[in-house]
């Protein structure tokens, strides 16, 4: 058996997906992490596909991308706000990738002409990989995705099983989240389906060290143990999670559970967790405040919430610490009119791909312009703004060179490309890679706004995207009311522009909501809020 200095915590999930294994997974971080442990995170998710660069948003939720360029699922974002962390490539493991790098390697004859099998080559492959992830951790947390059960998530729940073989059965801790639906015609709860998703896990030969009963409101304690007792664990180990207002409240709800007391037990430290922050944090988010402050979310993906979930929570972590309410509403970019932008306080144009919407994010941008309304552009909420400004500077047809990808774009003869596409990457617009993916550094301009909601001239931000501002528009951009205010460091890539005769227009090519975390609130969104105060 090797020695192994690292703790690990497998999550599993049960009876359907979306049951908040992220979120307790994050939460159960947090909790680890007060107690002054290094904690890192990691998804093992049974899509097939490579990353998550090509998934639809609308069906899967927004794109996360990590610091070092990686397109992952949305948990990843979890994973970073609940412990205030940066995950990595190591932090996000696909079926597709795993699959890829081991037919590559038989293609290769890495194999040496044995058979290829998913036991043991793929559980193999998945426990390097976690290995890989954990270096330097205290604590190590796996977040199985799917739902216990699923064929595709079969290898993964094989493979953490095997992984206790590895490192010590002491040295890791199984939970599973399992949903309790309340049928309202017979008015009581049903254990049925949690009884049947622990037996399937049991039969994986997992017995978990906690179960989290999920359900929509409080449930009375006897439901818990006659899961335990039909399961074959222990009462003290079965714990409610029901619904709550905010996520971040999770943290302090498992502190009451008595889940802390099993994760003493297994970390062998009785030390107390400081949770002060997030008692603060949490009362800042609950409180009903005076002021009300209403934004709008021009947003092209609608219909899921989660499409744009970094934004919508670096917004309402911007508000609870400006100690005003949010009142967020969702504006169809196909659907802008002036009507509803003049009944909110401020506008936040979000990112996106593909020419839809995209008009109704260029009428955003100049109604905030033409009515001094506060303005947060994110990525391609940049790249209108600089349309807008080039429009409003005399360029009556200015557009993106991204119009021209779309069939039904009718291309007038004198389109100024005042968003082009990146030298190097002609010819790929449509397929997936070939973008500029996570940290690059940023230097602002001394003295302008942008500068000085960040507190120095130099930055590091993530981004997602193909396009750039076409610098030789700089001038018809400025006279529309738009000035560069932060670059690459050789100047060849504008990063950052704002609006001088607004109160607040900022925008950025980059996605700083990926970096903003609710005990840390990034610069740009807390002060887009104090704006609006």
Same mark, same amino acid.
């Given at each position: 058996?090797?020695?192994?200095?690292?703790?690990?915590?497998?999550? $599993?999930?049960?009876?359907?997906? @979306?049951?908040?294994?992220?979120?307790?997974?994050?939460?159960?971080?947090?909790?680890?992490?007060?107690?002054?442990?290094?904690? $890192?995170? &990691?998804?093992?998710?049974?899509?097939?596909?490579?990353?998550?660069?090509?998934?639809?948003?609308?069906?899967?939720?927004?794109?996360?991308?990590?610091?070092? @360029?990686? %397109?992952?699922?949305?948990?990843?974002?979890?994973?970073?706000?609940?412990?205030?962390?940066?995950?990595?490539?190591?932090?996000?493991?696909?079926?597709?990738?795993?699959?890829?790098?081991?037919?590559?390697?038989?293609?290769?004859?890495?194999?040496?002409?044995?058979?290829?099998?998913?036991?043991?080559?793929?559980?193999?492959?998945?426990?390097?990989?976690?290995?890989?992830?954990?270096?330097?951790?205290? #604590?190590?947390?796996?977040?199985?995705?799917?739902?216990?059960?699923?064929?595709?998530?079969?290898?993964?729940?094989?493979?953490?099983?095997?992984?206790?073989?590895?490192?010590?059965?002491?040295?890791?801790?199984?939970?599973?989240?399992?949903?309790?639906?309340?049928?309202?015609?017979? /008015?009581?709860?049903?254990?049925?389906?949690?009884?049947?998703?622990?037996?399937?896990? =049991?039969?994986?030969?997992?017995?978990?060290?906690?179960?989290?009963?999920?359900? %929509?409101?409080?449930?009375? =304690?006897?439901?818990?143990?006659?899961?335990?007792?039909?399961?074959?664990?222990?009462?003290?180990?079965? #714990?409610?999670?029901?619904?709550?207002?905010?996520?971040?409240?999770?943290?302090?709800?498992?502190?009451?559970?008595?889940?802390?007391?099993?994760?003493?037990?297994?970390?062998?430290?009785?030390?107390?967790?400081?949770?002060? +922050?997030?008692?603060?944090?949490?009362?800042?988010?609950?409180?009903?405040?005076?002021?009300? #402050?209403?934004?709008?979310?021009?947003?092209?993906? !609608?219909?899921?919430?989660?499409?744009?979930?970094?934004?919508? %929570?670096?917004?309402?972590?911007?508000?609870?610490?400006?100690?005003?309410?949010?009142?967020?509403?969702?504006?169809?970019?196909?659907?802008?009119?002036?009507?509803?932008?003049?009944?909110?306080?401020?506008?936040? !144009?979000?990112?996106?791909?593909?020419? =839809?919407?995209?008009?109704?994010?260029?009428?955003?941008?100049?109604?905030?312009?033409?009515?001094?309304?506060?303005?947060?552009?994110?990525?391609? @909420?940049?790249?209108?703004?600089?349309?807008?400004?080039?429009?409003?500077?005399?360029?009556?047809?200015?557009?993106?060179?991204?119009?021209?990808?779309?069939?039904?774009?009718?291309?007038?003869?004198?389109?100024?490309?005042?968003?082009?596409?990146?030298?190097?990457?002609?010819?790929?617009?449509?397929?997936?890679?070939?973008?500029?993916?996570?940290?690059?550094?940023?230097?602002?301009? +001394?003295?302008?706004?942008? &500068? /000085?909601?960040?507190?120095?001239?130099?930055?590091?931000?993530?981004? =997602?995207? +193909?396009?750039?501002?076409?610098? /030789?528009?700089?001038?018809?951009?400025?006279? @529309?009311?738009?000035?560069?205010?932060?670059?690459?460091?050789?100047?060849?890539?504008?990063?950052?522009?704002?609006?001088?005769?607004?109160?607040?227009?900022?925008? $950025?090519?980059?996605?700083?909501?990926?970096?903003?975390?609710?005990?840390? !609130?990034?610069?740009?969104?807390?002060?887009?809020?104090?704006?609006?105060?």
């Amino acid at each position: 058996m090797a020695k192994n200095k690292c703790k690990y915590l497998f999550v $599993t999930g049960g009876v359907l997906s @979306g049951v908040g294994k992220g979120i307790t997974a994050a939460s159960m971080g947090a909790i680890l992490k007060a107690k002054g442990y290094h904690v $890192t995170m &990691q998804k093992c998710d049974p899509y097939l596909n490579v990353d998550a660069g090509l998934l639809n948003p609308v069906e899967h939720g927004e794109c996360y991308v990590t610091h070092d @360029g990686v %397109e992952t699922d949305l948990d990843l974002g979890h994973y970073e706000r609940f412990l205030d962390f940066e995950t990595s490539k190591y932090s996000i493991t696909l079926s597709g990738g795993i699959y890829k790098e081991l037919i590559e390697k038989e293609r290769a004859g890495g194999f040496h002409g044995k058979t290829v099998q998913l036991v043991p080559h793929f559980t193999n492959l998945v426990m390097e990989k976690i290995e890989k992830a954990s270096a330097g951790s205290d #604590v190590h947390i796996v977040e199985i995705g799917g739902t216990v059960g699923d064929y595709e998530g079969l290898p993964f729940i094989e493979a953490i099983r095997l992984f206790a073989n590895k490192v010590g059965r002491r040295n890791c801790l199984y939970l599973s989240v399992v949903y309790v639906p309340f049928i309202n015609t017979s /008015k009581e709860l049903k254990t049925k389906p949690a009884q049947n998703a622990l037996k399937d896990l =049991r039969g994986f030969g997992i017995i978990p060290d906690i179960v989290c009963v999920r359900t %929509e409101k409080p449930c009375p =304690r006897a439901i818990c143990e006659k899961i335990a007792a039909f399961s074959g664990i222990s009462g003290d180990a079965v #714990v409610n999670l029901p619904d709550i207002n905010s996520v971040y409240d999770v943290p302090l709800n498992i502190m009451k559970s008595g889940v802390l007391e099993i994760l003493n037990d297994f970390m062998h430290d009785e030390k107390k967790p400081d949770m002060s +922050r997030w008692v603060e944090f949490s009362k800042h988010r609950n409180t009903e405040y005076d002021k009300t #402050v209403k934004v709008g979310l021009v947003a092209k993906y !609608v219909g899921n919430d989660d499409t744009y979930i970094c934004v919508t %929570e670096a917004l309402k972590a911007a508000a609870a610490w400006n100690e005003v309410n949010l009142d967020l509403r969702w504006i169809n970019a196909e659907e802008v009119a002036d009507e509803k932008l003049a009944e909110m306080d401020g506008l936040v !144009v979000p990112g996106g791909f593909g020419i =839809r919407g995209m008009e109704g994010k260029i009428k955003a941008a100049t109604y905030a312009l033409e009515n001094d309304k506060p303005y947060l552009g994110l990525c391609l @909420g940049l790249q209108m703004a600089c349309v807008a400004a080039a429009r409003r500077g005399g360029l009556k047809n200015a557009g993106s060179e991204e119009f021209l990808q779309s069939e039904d774009y009718k291309k007038p003869k004198d389109f100024k490309n005042v968003i082009y596409i990146m030298p190097g990457q002609e010819g790929k617009e449509s397929t997936g890679g070939t973008m500029r993916l996570g940290d690059y550094d940023a230097k602002l301009k +001394r003295g302008t706004l942008t &500068q /000085k909601i960040y507190g120095k001239e130099k930055v590091v931000e993530r981004h =997602r995207h +193909r396009y750039e501002v076409n610098q /030789k528009f700089l001038p018809e951009i400025a006279k @529309g009311g738009v000035v560069v205010s932060g670059t690459s460091p050789d100047g060849k890539l504008v990063e950052f522009v704002e609006a001088p005769d607004c109160k607040f227009f900022v925008a $950025t090519q980059a996605h700083p909501e990926f970096k903003s975390h609710p005990l840390n !609130v990034h610069p740009l969104f807390y002060n887009f809020i104090k704006s609006l105060k």
